[in-house]
């Protein structure tokens, strides 16, 4: 029930588009804050994109902007990040998180999905 399951990931080809799935429990996803965040080898965890049921409110990182779209069903507890021309260096293994705030820090993040990995092809 405090679940959060991604799926979506996979590989893709430089300049190609992909779709990623987060789907929560109706509790986490009416009263948190849905972020993706990837993260690579030797990284720390960053924030990709927001989403809040609450406000209907985004946020993208500036890495993305343009390119990424985040969006919210409400009916299936569903954020998806639909990723558009994307690079080599958007490869990384991509997570969904809750938080009680609207936050793009990973300690503010006490709900964790298993990540999923996608690959650009250069």
């Known amino acids: 029930q405090e679940q959060l399951v991604e799926s979506g990931g996979g590989l893709v080809q430089a300049g190609g588009s992909l779709r990623l799935s987060c789907t929560a429990s109706e509790r986490l996803y009416k009263n948190n804050a849905l972020g993706w965040f990837r993260q690579v080898p030797g990284r720390e965890r960053e924030c990709v994109a927001l989403?809040?049921?609450?406000?209907?409110?985004?946020y993208y990182d500036d890495s993305v902007k343009g390119r990424f779209t985040i969006s919210g069903d409400n009916a299936k507890n569903t954020v998806y990040l639909s990723m558009s021309s994307v690079k080599a260096e958007d490869t990384a293994t991509y997570y969904c998180g809750a938080s009680w705030l609207w936050s793009v820090y990973v300690r503010d993040y006490d709900h964790w999905g298993q990540g999923t990995q996608v690959t650009v092809s250069s």
């Open positions: 989403f809040s049921f609450i406000g209907d409110t985004i």
